[in-house]
């Protein structure tokens, strides 16, 4: 709880003898003091709050992660841009992608991981990977498409753009294991402490986590922290 320091000097001042600090001493002088003269401010800890107090850095930390990760995508939309500028848009229409919103599937990031340039794109020939990982939705059509797409692209190719990008997805990736990891905790702690807003429909795991870490009125001693 956060007090006046001057508050407890008076108070040490008027109960004891003593004019020195004493750490051993100066715990029991700040109890009593709370106890005596402050009853209705002073609450014993709820056991839920390290809890809370966990829960708090963790989503945070999280959301510091997945800001991270989300820059290194507009990272890679970058290299690409210069590399193989018509990638990106083509996985916005192909058939994995039903709303039509340029984006990195799963199926895009393996192939970049996989070949890397336009030029391996051209001659990639592991279709039936692409199609268990994309689960069906990346079709022989569309992979004749990219594959054409990839040997008449206006990108340039480079050594120095190649080590960008694969720079880029391995720290992605990094990145994505970090949250899995800490997303796999957040949910320990968001099911113990169970808040009533988990019960919610469409509100998942880390959406009831942060709100639940940032509601003061979930833990509403204001001069807690």
């Known amino acids: 709880m956060e007090f006046n320091p001057s508050d407890i000097h008076e108070y040490i001042k008027a109960h004891g003898s003593r004019r020195t600090q004493n750490d051993r001493l100066d715990p029991i002088y700040i109890a009593q003091y709370f106890q005596t003269l402050r009853p209705n401010e002073y609450r014993p800890v709820p056991k839920n709050f390290y809890r809370n107090d966990c829960l ?6 999280h959301a510091s992660l997945v800001q991270h990760r989300s820059k290194l995508l507009v ?3 970058n290299n690409l841009d210069k ?7 083509f996985f916005g229409k192909c058939h994995e992608n039903p709303k039509n919103r340029p984006k990195f599937t799963e199926t895009s990031l393996y192939i970049l991981e996989r070949y890397g340039t336009a030029e391996k794109i051209a001659n990639m020939r592991d279709y039936d990977t692409l199609r268990k990982l994309s689960r069906g939705h990346f079709t ?6 990219l594959k054409l797409l990839a040997r008449d692209t206006i990108g340039e190719s480079n050594e120095y753009l190649h080590i960008e990008l694969v720079s880029t997805l391995k720290t992605y990736r990094f990145y994505d294991v970090q949250i899995e990891e800490l997303e796999r905790k957040i949910s320990e702690l968001i099911t113990a402490l169970d808040p009533p807003c988990l019960s919610i429909t469409g509100v998942g795991e880390i959406s009831a986590a ?5 509601n003061r009125r979930f833990f509403p001693f204001s001069k807690l922290r």
Do not use: C, G, H
Request: aromatic share 18%; proline share 7%; net charge positive.
């Open 210 to 214: 942060v709100i639940t870490a940032e």
């Open 56 to 61: 708090k850095r963790l989503t945070r930390y």
């Open 75 to 77: 990272f890679l939309t």
């Open 140 to 145: 022989a059509s569309d992979f004749s498409k």
């Open 83 to 89: 590399t193989f500028p018509e990638f990106k848009p």
